[in-house]
Structure formats: C-alpha cells, structure tokens
T-cell receptor, first 114, second 115 residues
Framework: AQKVTQTQTSISVMEKTTVTMDCVYE???????LFWYKQTASGEIVFLIR??????ENATVGHYSLNFQKPKSSIGLIITATQIEDSAVYFC???????????FGLGTRVSVFP | EAAVTQSPRNKVAVTGGKVTLSCNQT?????MYWYRQDTGHGLRLIHY???????EKGDIPDGYKASRPSQENFSLILELATPSQTSVYFC??????????????FGAGTRLSVL
C-alpha cells in the first residue's frame, strides 16, 4: 500500500522569503508520479506541480520548484519570493498505477505574513 | 470554461436518510473521482470511474455507492446516511490519456452534515 507523510503541520514565513515543506512517500513500485496541490481558504483545490519518478531533473513551475531525492523517497516543495496569497494548505500526493486516484498526505498549512 | 461543478454546495441530512451528491464536468475527461476530506485524515478516495457506466471502489467505499450515467456526470449516493459521513466531499475529473501523469481537477466541494 502507498503512503504519503507530511510531518510539518504548519509553517509561518515573511513575505518575499522562501518556504520549504517536506513530503516522504512509501511505495514498492518503481514507477510513480508525485504531485503537489494547494487548498485555499475558500476550499478550492488546485494543482501546482508534478514530478515523474523516472526523471532526475527537479520540476519547476513559476515560483514553485521541487527537491526530489529518490533514495530518500522524499519530494519537497519550495516556494520562492512568497506572496500573501501563497497562504494556503499544501498537499503532497502520489499515484502508482493508472487511473486509481491519488494518495494524499495530511497537508502543511503555510501562513505568509507581510 | 472547463470546470467541475458540484451540487449541492451544502447539505443537511437526517440519519437514515438518502443523500445524493452530484458532480458535472465539462473537461471531457474519462476519469472521475469522489473524495472526502476530514481533519486528521486528509483526502481519501471513496469511488472512481473510468467512464460512463463504470464505477470502482476506492479506499473507503463502505456506506457509499456511485453512479456514472454519462461522461459528464458522476454521483455519490449515501443510501442510509450516518453522522460519521459528515464531511466535505470533493469530486474531481482527470484525463485518462495522460495515464499516471493525470492531474486531477477538483470541484468546489460539498459540505454534508448528517444529524
């Protein structure tokens, strides 16, 4: 069975700084996909970024980037130049196989202060 | 604009009653999913579907049924609602052509309270 663990429940940062949050996953499969989602205060859940297990390069989209450490089964999310609107809950998720939905972590709440 | 729309947005039900949560997507996606979100448990998969006429059990299907009458619509049915089913329910759609890279698109959620 797959498992995704986010140990940080909440993080507070100052605006325009960098925030890093951790995610550790468990799977026996050699092929898998890792995702990060953001849930805003209104409850909306939006996709941010994805890492494919077979790719060595860390994915980057806008001011989001990933720190993929495959030997440690770790996929960290890095947000640079944070803005107030980055305040949200961030979920790490994994898919093994096809069309079976995603397994989610419990989320990390990020609060960005001016 | 492509979207996933859930109805109702809020629902209060009585214990033992039947509840139907509806989801409509205009993304033309084959895959659809129902999740529930609870504090301390995160998002958990209840049922999913590969296309019209198909429903599959997810990780926590007990007490729930699903129906996929068309590509666009996917319903979650609670035949005998219980207070433990009080939760926020999210529907999502995904593009089967992407395989494992499929990125889920979520609806706005339905807040269900079973009294």
């Amino acid at each position: 069975a797959q498992k995704v663990t986010q140990t940080q429940t909440s993080i507070s940062v100052m605006e325009k700084t960098t925030v890093t949050m951790d995610c550790v996953y468990e799977t026996q499969d050699s092929s898998y996909f890792l995702f990060w989602y953001k849930q805003t205060a209104s409850g909306e859940i939006v996709f941010l970024i994805r890492q494919d297990s077979y790719k060595k390069e860390n994915a980057t989209v806008g001011h989001y980037s990933l720190n993929f450490q495959k030997p440690k089964s770790s996929i960290g999310l890095i947000i640079t130049a944070t803005q107030i609107e980055d305040s949200a809950v961030y979920f790490c998720a994994m898919r093994v196989g096809y069309a079976q939905g995603l397994t989610f972590g419990l989320g990390t709440r990020v609060s960005v202060f001016p | 604009e492509a979207a996933v729309t859930q109805s109702p947005r809020n629902k209060v039900a009585v214990t033992g009653g039947k509840v139907t949560l509806s989801c409509n997507q205009t993304n033309n996606h084959n895959n659809m999913y129902w999740y529930r979100q609870d504090t301390g448990h995160g998002l958990r998969l209840i049922h999913y579907s590969y296309g019209a006429g198909s429903t599959e059990k997810g990780d926590i299907p007990d007490g729930y049924k699903a129906s996929r009458p068309s590509q666009e619509n996917f319903s979650l049915i609670l035949e005998l609602a219980t207070p433990s089913q009080t939760s926020v329910y999210f529907c999502a759609s995904g593009d089967a052509r992407l395989g494992g890279r499929d990125t889920l698109y979520f609806g706005a959620g339905t807040r269900l309270s079973v009294l």
